[in-house]
């Protein structure tokens, strides 16, 4: 049973300055709602009860969003708003499934899911990454039933044009079958040249607790940081029980100021 999902929150969002200079990327609305807001609503769905968010310092305001009890029952205490109090009482069902771990050097993902360690139970987790949004179906569903089919550890994956494969970790495939594939390798934004496919990894994980052994023994890799994409490569030499999900829905990539402003359009042609 996956129950836990980890969200890494503490980038800086430089690729959307000067929006994320004063407000996280991550609580920019999408059409009347925070960017996190849709992935916490995809894990509750797929039946996580469990969110660690890791923040950083200057990222405080995330915490605050949803621990703002004094405004609300201020507010609520002066004037019955009936909009008002079905928000609080969605911001309190969050609240009671939100643990909060600090990273506060940009050390990379892997760096940010390894201070998760100690408060992972079972034996698999999802974690998730909020630039990456995917709407008109579960994605996360589909990976924990391909988790659930293959007792593996699953990626989330998109086919993407071969000249944009350095803007992704890219995998390796072998033995594909309809809607999902044994991953082979992963190189985390390979060359054209170097790219051993188009299938690129889009931001959701479901990886075992073996993985924090895996960051453990990392170095620094591309840019100074500790990526995720080492460690899993190192596991998936290990343990062949690693599986690529082609996902259905469509995907929007909130990262960047052209994909944020594409994904409100996007989400508010929504049926
Ligand atoms: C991260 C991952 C990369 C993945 C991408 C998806 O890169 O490292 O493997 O393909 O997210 O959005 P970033 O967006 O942090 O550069």
Redesign the pocket.
């Known amino acids: 049973m996956i129950k836990q999902a980890i969200i890494p929150l503490a980038g800086l969002g430089t690729r959307m300055l000067p929006l994320t200079s004063v407000m996280p990327k991550e609580l920019m609305p999408i059409n009347g709602k925070p960017n996190l807001q849709y992935i916490l609503d995809e894990c509750i769905d797929a039946g996580v009860k469990e969110f660690i968010f890791i923040i950083s310092k200057k990222k405080l305001s995330i915490k605050k969003y949803f621990f703002n009890d004094n405004l609300y029952t201020k507010i609520l205490k002066k004037k019955k708003d009936k909009r008002l109090l079905e928000e609080y009482k969605k911001i309190k069902r969050y609240q009671k499934m939100i643990k909060f771990v600090y990273q506060n050097k940009p050390k990379g ?1 892997g760096d940010a899911v390894f201070k998760c360690k100690k408060f992972i139970k079972s034996k698999y987790f999802l974690m998730l ?1 909020p ?2 949004l995917i709407i008109n179906k579960n994605c996360s569903k589909e990976m924990i039933r391909l988790h659930k089919k293959t007792n593996g550890s699953i990626i989330a994956t998109k086919r993407v044009e071969r000249k944009t494969v350095s803007r ?2 890219i995998l390796s495939i072998r033995n594909k079958k309809k809607g999902y594939f044994q991953i082979q390798d992963v190189v ?1 934004k390979p060359s054209i040249k170097k790219a051993p496919s188009n299938f ?4 959701r994980y479901i990886l075992t607790r073996k993985i924090f052994d895996e960051i453990k023994k990392l170095k620094p890799g591309q840019g100074g940081e500790i ?1 995720i ?1 080492d460690a899993i490569r190192r596991l998936i030499k290990k343990e062949s029980k690693f599986y690529g999900n082609i996902f259905k829905g469509k995907y929007l990539d909130c ?1 960047t100021l052209s994909g944020y402003i594409n994904s409100g359009i996007q989400i508010s042609k929504r049926k």
Do not use: S, V
């Open positions: 993902t990454l630039d990456d992704w970790g985390e690129a990894i889009i931001g990526h994409t990262g």
